[in-house]
């Protein structure tokens, strides 16, 4: 028997965890106080968004990545929702399109070149069709105009933004879906679900290729591990404590690892480096961020180190790669929520290097912001995961991020019609999805039933005229006869 060493060579095993100075931090955010199991954050390279805590609606804010500090309290808002905000998302091809969803709709929003200037209530685009709130957005991660939404009726709607409807219906869950993955060429999508099911969906015909329901591993969250066939997902074991599983794609019948984390109760929230193959896992409420290394050889999951801090994190925003600094050897970047003190404070993971040249061995070839396919290219069924086309379209960070995407997004300019997906109008009768658009419904139906009711006392009067005009016309005839 061959002996081999604990210890195993890695270049990421010093990476630490650096938090920004007090004015690169953003203060005096009011942050949203809803219990959602969503990050609540996004980032891209030119923008920060915040959902926002507000009243008579939901709202978000956006601030330019380079205007830290403290922000005003005034500062103007994106507050078109009716309902509360439950996530946003920034499109990965356009820094300046904006997707949220709330207990209305789901929106497209675009910012305008150096923030907002004034309160933005206009949407580039709406997008109904689920007939509860909608809880989660993802953008695709190679196609420039299909978004996926889920919601609380337990369907999942892929959009075309290029004609501005839904063109598939997902509908195999029977519970609230709670988190979406997809792999790298994004023709595969792994779903988590409060049925207590994990399941690996073919997303364009909606089949189901894999499913798993682990009595062992209650699945909170799933990520798909880049190019490696795998899935990680984080969750609850049998005695209530939190555990992240490995699982192999293409079997989950069983999961490859399974290793307890603590007993704490917060929901563990994963995050994939594809390019350094590191894996990230932040606790809700936690201030801490365990981060580990995922091999294709046992024992799989590398422990490496763990970034303390004792403010607790409502969610996190991570920076795209084109977004770091690479001169400082930053691999990763957190954007931490700290509602108590409406904070938003910036968390740099750093591989300690002495030289101060690129770093190539730490920083490949990385997904840039220049879509591989069009909307209609990707449902067509085309994939160029393949060994002869490289995708999605790469990009280097040596130069640092220059050239801007010369592409345009536009909003289809439609009439408003029935949406039919499997034969299913979605539009029709679509139930209230808020208190105030309950009771503004109920008023408008008031006000129309008055109408109506007079409408039919006028034309009964009319009725009853004509009726006796009638009836003079027959009484005048005979006598004129008889004359």
Known sequence: MSWRPTYRSSKFRNVYGKVANREHCFDGIPITKNVHDNHFCAVNAKFLAIVTESAGGGSFIVIPVSQAGRIDPHHPKVCGHQGNVLDIKWNPFFENIIASCSEDSSVIWEIPEGGLRRNMTEAMMELYGHSRRVGLIEWHPTSSGILF?????????????????????????????????????????????????????????????????????????????????????????????????????????????????????????????????????????DGNIRYYEITTEKPYLQYLMEFRSPAPQKGLGVMPKHGLDVTACEVFRFYKLVTLKGLIEPISMIVPRRSETYQEDIYPMTAGTEPALSANDWLSGINRGTVHATYPV??????????????????????????????????????????????????????????????????????????????????????????
Request: with cysteine; hydrophobic share 35%.
């Open 149 to 285: 939404s889920a919601g609380y009726d337990y369907k999942i709607l892929i959009w075309n933004l290029e004609i501005g409807e839904p063109v598939k219906m997902i509908d195999c869950h029977s519970d609230v879906i709670v988190c979406m993955s997809f792999n790298t060429d994004g023709s595969l999508l792994a779903t988590s679900c409060k049925d207590k099911k994990l399941r690996v969906i073919e997303p364009r015909s909606g089949r189901v290729l894999q499913h798993a329901s682990c009595k062992n591993h209650r699945v909170n969250r799933v990520v798909f591990l880049g190019n490696m066939k795998r899935l990680l997902t984080t969750g609850v074991s049998r005695w209530n404590t939190r555990q992240i599983a490995l699982w192999d794609q293409e079997d989950l019948s069983m999961p490859m690892v399974e290793e307890e984390i603590d007993g704490l109760s917060g929901l563990l929230f994963p995050f994939y480096d594809a390019d350094t193959h590191m894996l990230y896992l932040a606790g809700k409420g």
């Open 394 to 483: 790469l990009m280097s960070l040596k130069k640092g991020y220059q050239k801007p995407n010369q592409l345009v997004f536009k909003a289809p300019v439609k009439e408003k019609k029935g949406v039919v997906v499997n034969g299913i109008d979605l539009l029709e009768n679509v139930p209230p999805r808020t208190e105030n658009e309950l009771l503004r419904m109920f008023f408008r139906q008031q006000e129309e039933l008055r109408k109506l009711k007079e409408e039919l006392n006028t034309k009964d009067v009319k009725i009853r005229q004509l009726e006796l005009e009638l009836n003079n016309l027959r009484n005048v005839s005979p006598v004129g006869n008889n004359v």
